[in-house]
């Protein structure tokens, strides 16, 4: 039997958000994606502690638990600026994923998940996906890229200082420290 099809009908997408050619929204979207060489709880029982995140997040100047499920985050923005947030968990499933949304009145609207995904041999894939209203619009967008405070150049970043942190440890960099220099200054 012939299923027929309504061409003024509403159009589906099976394509994921991140990729769909129909998706519309007032928010930017990011999605970036690594491999790391461990087990999916592993990695996030360590990113649900949020005291962890700021080891790593580069423009997180502090994350401030108020429950078990809320948070505030302050976060360095271009020229020297600071915005910060009230985030809420709002989905979460165990060594798998955790969904947030900010709460009414952050200065930078967002919303995102956190994916674990078992890889096999390989580790696990960490998938991060976040819709955000950039302030000031395009302009204000474009200025974050040039300060290199844009989420997405961010995003990348972050995910691969936590690969670097949990398969070795460490963040290697090879910018020198404040105390580096002022040492060798004298």
Known sequence: MATEVDPDGPQHDDAPVTTSKKFRSDRTLVAEAVTINRPSRELYDFWRDTANLAGFMENIASIEPIDEVRSRWTVKAP????VSWEAVITNEV?????TWQSAEGADVANSGRIEFRDAGARG???????????PAG???QLIAKLFQREPRIQTRRD???FKQLMETGEIATAARTK????????
């Open 124 to 134: 696990t894939v960490v998938r991060a996906v976040i819709a955000y209203d950039p």
């Open 138 to 140: 395009l302009v204000g």
């Open 79 to 82: 020229a020297g600026r600071e």
């Open 94 to 98: 165990p060594g798998e994923q955790i």
């Open 159 to 161: 995910l691969r200082r």
């Open 179 to 186: 105390a580096q220099l002022e040492k060798d200054n004298g």
